[in-house]
């Protein structure tokens, strides 16, 4: 758990606030903002005037299209709550990057702790992956086995048909007995 003004955030929360925009996990300015202790627009104030510390792979501005994606898919009631513009989102590296230009003590220990839930989640990330495989290569060749007792139930059924037509086309040989005359008659 993270100290916010001694306040403490559950992990889960800060775990509810990474996203997934292009294939990247990030974190909106809004919600920095606020784990930071700082107004939403002197964080962007900040990240403009250190434009050059932050490369695309730790900060990009979001589009129209995905912003109302956010929107409408996450609980954000609207726009208007992403600060009225398209806001910035910030990757694990541009959230630490962010807390060295913002340069308070809050920003530093809340970056440390964001950093720990993004590698947290990487590593959940990457036993999921695991299992993953596992179960495709579990599917994979029970699917072999699929085919093949298919096959046999197949051949299983086309041997009982023959079966019955078998046994209904044969005639039965043999004796008859007859009761009366306690002698056998050839049928």
């Keep these: ?40 627009f002197r964080l962007r104030e900040q ?5 050059d510390k932050f490369p695309p792979h730790f900060m990009f501005q979001l589009n129209e299209e995905e912003t109302n994606f956010m929107v409408s898919q996450n609980a954000i009631p609207s726009k208007q709550h992403l600060g009225g513009a398209l806001p910035l ?13 913002l340069n308070s003590a809050v920003a530093t220990k809340m970056s440390i702790h964001i950093i720990e839930i993004f590698m947290r989640m990487r590593k959940l990330i990457s036993e999921n992956e695991e299992i993953i495989k596992f179960i495709q290569a579990l ?43 306690k002698s056998a008659k050839r049928v």
């Design 1 to 40: 758990m993270a100290k916010k003004n001694n306040v403490l955030i559950p992990d889960e929360i800060l775990m509810n606030k990474i996203y997934v925009i292009r294939d990247q996990k990030v974190m909106l300015d809004r919600d920095l903002a606020q784990l930071y202790n700082v107004k939403p």
């Design 47 to 51: 990240v403009k005037r250190n434009a």
């Design 139 to 181: 599917e994979q060749k029970t699917n072999g086995n699929t085919k093949s007792i298919e096959l046999l139930f197949e051949y299983m059924d086309e041997m009982m048909t023959k079966k019955e037509v078998k046994s209904k086309a044969m005639k039965v040989i043999g004796f008859k007995r007859c009761i009366k005359t």
């Design 89 to 101: 989102v910030f990757t694990e590296y541009g959230a630490l990057q962010l807390a060295n230009v």
